[in-house]
């Protein structure tokens, strides 16, 4: 019965057979059918991440902050004027080699840390877009399938509105023969 009506619906809104559709507008017809909610993917609500990505999505959020770059400038700049001013004492004199260091170091592994936090945000948005995508194509589908029952209603009603015309008028005309036959 269901796959009837499956094949039935897909027929009507897309003029199609259910089974030659694509498996995206399949599933927009399964819901229909179902009279199931469209559900957001588990990505999209940030469920599922593992501790990996959870840790590089906080990274990318610190490392890509005004917050992060003040600091980090003040921590160099501490860094530097500390060394200039122990002159003799130094523990990273003038070149600064130590600090080149540290920061290749730190350079080497934010990048590819926030890589992977944006690799995972695109799948995310990806993500979005085909639930955008498949909520945008059944309200299109249900908004179709609501025009057709307006139809079919005011048809309806303009069969009913001539049908009772046409018995108004069938009367109105035997009225008309009963007077032209008293006036005789």
């Given at each position: 019965m269901t796959d009837s009506r499956r094949d039935a619906l897909a027929r009507q809104l897309l003029d199609m057979p259910y089974d030659d559709l694509p498996p995206v507008k399949r599933s927009v017809?399964?819901?229909?059918?179902?009279?199931?909610?469209?559900?957001?993917?588990?990505?999209?609500?940030?469920?599922?991440?593992?501790?990996?990505?959870?840790?590089?999505?906080?990274?990318?959020?610190?490392?890509?902050?005004?917050?992060?770059?003040?600091?980090?400038?003040?921590?160099?700049?501490?860094?530097?004027?500390?060394n200039l001013a122990l002159v003799t004492r130094a523990f990273d004199p003038y070149p600064f080699i130590f600090l080149n260091l540290m920061l290749s170091?730190?350079?080497?592994?934010?990048?590819?840390?926030?890589?992977?936090?944006?690799?995972?945000?695109?799948?995310?948005?990806?993500?979005?877009?085909?639930?955008?995508?498949?909520?945008?194509?059944?309200?299109?589908?249900?908004?179709?399938?609501?025009?057709?029952?307006?139809?079919?209603?005011?048809?309806?009603?303009?069969?009913d509105l001539l049908r009772s015309n046409t018995e108004i008028l069938e009367t109105l005309r035997g009225q008309v023969a009963a007077l032209g036959e008293k006036g005789e």
């Amino acid at each position: 019965m269901t796959d009837s009506r499956r094949d039935a619906l897909a027929r009507q809104l897309l003029d199609m057979p259910y089974d030659d559709l694509p498996p995206v507008k399949r599933s927009v017809i399964d819901m229909m059918v179902d009279k199931a909610p469209t559900a957001v993917g588990r990505h999209v609500k940030g469920e599922g991440a593992s501790f990996g990505d959870r840790l590089a999505d906080r990274v990318a959020a610190v490392g890509g902050s005004w917050g992060f770059i003040i600091a980090f400038g003040v921590v160099l700049a501490g860094w530097m004027g500390l060394n200039l001013a122990l002159v003799t004492r130094a523990f990273d004199p003038y070149p600064f080699i130590f600090l080149n260091l540290m920061l290749s170091t730190l350079a080497a592994i934010q990048a590819p840390v926030i890589m992977m936090s944006q690799n995972r945000q695109a799948a995310k948005d990806r993500e979005g877009a085909e639930h955008d995508y498949l909520v945008n194509l059944r309200a299109e589908l249900e908004i179709m399938r609501l025009h057709d029952k307006l139809d079919a209603v005011r048809d309806q009603q303009l069969m009913d509105l001539l049908r009772s015309n046409t018995e108004i008028l069938e009367t109105l005309r035997g009225q008309v023969a009963a007077l032209g036959e008293k006036g005789e």
